[in-house]
């Protein structure tokens, strides 16, 4: 997730006080039908249309700056985490990975070994659970930020995923179970011409001077890439692959904040974010034509020739401080049935923090945000 404005993003919707938020009389239209399982997903948790199907993120653990508890009360991941995402109707799960703060004192190019095992019990255990796993990397503020020692920062990207497919050899994590996602939203000194040649070097690194690792008689390790400036859908169209990059071996991710103002109404690390308390997401045509047209220019550009990859909208979701659960709802809803009905795998963003599904403390779902992202049964209703 990003923690800065996203200057690609539309934006709509009234802003208000902070301390005299009141929520007006408009009410949602969505349509009940965005609340049941339009797209026949249930029965396989969408794995019958997509190899991702419907997952979470594990998000605000291993991404935080220094310790796994750090951003989330002290809280740690756990097996039955997995067993109760999985339980819910999930398939998959996104796991962010902040590595760069995890190096030997001594050296900065080596994931330290203790954290490295962390990361594989995390794994196996959410495997155990049959759940898919992504694991990323997420926060490499030095690559983003240190232009200055740009080339530096670049090999020590290469030098974690040299250490990563090491530790996770394809004869023990099969390719349709453990997905590489080599970079979180690349931004700032990672921009569209940097971005594209780091994933020549990065699929080459993984791809081929790690064939006998990363590759099996069954396939190759299948890789999931996304677009430059935060990984929002305007920089698709300039997304260059390698022609190694197939629909087998390739998933293609976006993420989907928009409208911005509405999802990240009064985040704390959003400069200005105060002054968007209030804002609606009420389904009105205006608001579906937005996220409609981001939709399509991901369709528009699948369509073409020597593509046909799965799209995973690897991020998307509301900050739930002060949005009404009846516009978070909708929203989700409204996001995840139109993925559905593209044939799109999603990772809603996240299990357990300020955008979170479910509620540790009190050890249960929310339910207005479940019962946007896993649906009714058509006939239940």
Not at 301 to 321: D, L, T
Request: with cysteine; charged share 20%.
């Amino acid at each position: 997730m990003s923690i800065a404005a996203f200057s690609l993003f539309a934006v709509a919707g009234c802003g208000s006080d902070i301390n005299n938020f009141k929520l007006s009389d408009q009410s949602v239209v969505l349509e009940k039908s965005y609340y049941t399982d339009m797209y026949h997903w249930n029965e396989s948790k969408g794995l019958s249309s997509t190899l991702l199907g419907r997952g979470i993120n594990m998000g605000n653990y291993l991404e935080s700056p220094t310790y796994e508890g750090e951003w989330n009360s002290n809280l740690t991941i756990k097996a039955s985490d997995f067993r109760n995402i999985s339980q819910s109707g999930f398939s998959s799960v996104r796991i962010p990975i902040r590595w760069s703060a995890h190096t030997l004192p001594s050296d900065p190019n080596t994931i330290d070994d203790a954290f490295m095992s962390r990361v594989q019990e995390v794994v196996d255990q959410a495997i155990q659970e049959n759940l898919k796993v992504i694991i990323n990397t997420h926060h490499f503020n030095e690559l983003f930020y240190d232009d200055r020692d740009y080339s530096y920062q670049r090999s020590r990207l290469l030098n974690f995923w040299q250490q990563i497919s090491n530790r996770f050899p394809i004869s023990q994590y099969g390719e349709d179970q453990l997905i590489f996602e080599f970079l979180n939203e690349p931004h700032e000194d990672v921009g569209v011409r940097e971005w594209n040649s780091l994933v020549v070097e990065l699929t080459n690194l993984v791809w081929n001077k790690n064939a006998k690792t990363q590759n099996n008689a069954l396939g190759q390790r299948k890789v999931m890439i996304g677009t430059a400036d935060w990984g929002g859908v305007a920089k698709l169209p300039y997304l260059r692959l390698p022609r190694a990059a197939n629909p087998k071996n390739t998933i293609i991710t976006v993420h989907f904040y928009e409208p911005f103002k509405f999802t990240h109404q009064g985040a704390s690390w959003v400069e200005g974010a105060d002054a968007w308390v209030g804002t609606r997401w009420l389904a009105t045509q205006p608001q579906r034509k937005v996220l409609l047209d981001y939709l399509n220019v991901v369709d528009k550009w699948n369509a073409a020739p020597n593509r046909g990859f799965e799209i995973n909208i690897g991020e998307f979701g509301v900050y739930s401080q002060y949005a009404p659960p009846e516009d978070q709802q909708a929203w989700t809803a409204f996001i995840t049935r139109e993925a559905e009905k593209r044939g799109y795998s999603w990772n809603y963003w996240e299990y357990s923090s300020g955008f979170g599904a479910y509620d540790p403390h009190f050890k249960q779902w929310r339910k207005a945000l479940l019962g946007g992202l896993i649906p009714e049964d058509v006939d239940s209703l």
